[in-house]
């Protein structure tokens, strides 16, 4: 359609600036030039017929034409301009490692964080106050032009019934490097293993030693508290067999999102028989069978 004097004997456009697009559903086809649509003039079409003088054999050659030099005007995808889209693939590509420049800036300026083991025993987590910890960091001395060690000492409030695995975060207490805001200190809470609770979750559990003579008549046992305390625990009228589990509400470990709440206090029976000696092992061998 378009050769070197035009189309028709309408001056050419320069190619560089104009596209063929056609209407949908009317046919008719006109110009994009400078991102502008101009309707096709009336009279491209008649002479147009004119200039094909209506043998098919000159149309069909044209149309060769036209798809050769639409194919020497075609870039692939992604080459800058789209195809034949004008505009800028290099710019969107500019933009992509500008960001990218400045969101690696942004994390530089981040703090860090630098993990630190508080081991708590579970004394301390039960009754709550206040640890306190040496912590050795490093500075940069602008005056020396060196990073030096300095030793702080930090008070840790340690909050009552706390989780192995919380942390509590010291904002800028930690290594502190030129150019860079200094590192965060983070604590993370590690639980020290007891020799006569074992937790989960809020609860504790622990177990009771009972005599044979408690065992069988029952009553009610002494259990001392992490916090020192002793708690009373129900046995029951008796006989309590080993083995048997007991519950005392609310006895358990602190609940730290919630003030005055606590688990429950799990207690596991334990019977100790006595050493006898034979009169004795008769006795208890008659009381057996006249039972049975």
Do not use: C
């Not at 860090?112 to 306190?132: P, Q």
């Amino acid at each position: 359609m378009f050769g070197q004097d035009g189309l028709g004997g309408f001056p050419a456009m320069p190619r560089s600036r104009v596209r063929m697009f056609t209407r949908q559903g009317s046919g008719r086809r006109g110009v994009r030039a400078a991102g502008h649509e101009y309707a096709a003039h009336p009279g491209w079409g008649e002479r147009a017929r004119q200039a094909d003088g209506g043998a098919a054999a000159g149309r069909q050659q044209q149309q060769q034409q036209q798809q050769q030099q639409a194919r020497g005007h075609e870039r692939p995808a992604g080459s800058g301009t789209g195809g034949y889209a004008f505009g800028g693939g290099g710019a969107d590509s500019d933009q992509e490692f500008e960001a990218s420049v400045l969101s690696d800036s942004l994390l530089d300026r981040r703090p860090r964080k630098r993990a630190i083991n508080l081991a708590l025993s579970l004394d301390e987590i039960y009754t709550g106050g206040t640890k306190r910890l040496k912590v050795t960091r490093h500075v940069f001395d602008e005056q020396q032009g060196k990073s030096v060690a300095r030793a702080d000492v930090l008070e840790v409030p340690v909050k009552a019934g706390w989780k192995p695995g919380t942390k509590i975060t010291y904002a800028g207490m930690g290594d502190r490097e030129p150019g860079r805001p200094a590192d965060d200190l983070v604590f993370v809470v590690a639980e020290k293993p007891h020799p006569r609770f074992t937790r989960e979750g809020n609860d504790l559990h622990t177990s009771v030693h009972l005599t044979l003579l408690q065992a069988l008549e029952g009553g009610s046992a002494q259990v001392e508290a992490l916090d020192g305390r002793s708690i009373a625990v129900p046995l029951g009228p008796g006989p309590v067999q080993p083995g048997t589990k007991l519950v005392v509400k609310g006895q358990g470990m602190p609940v730290s999102k919630q003030a005055g709440q606590k688990g429950d206090l799990m207690v596991t029976v334990k019977v100790q028989l006595p050493q006898l000696t034979q009169q004795q092992k008769a006795a208890v061998r008659d009381a057996l069978q006249q039972q049975a």
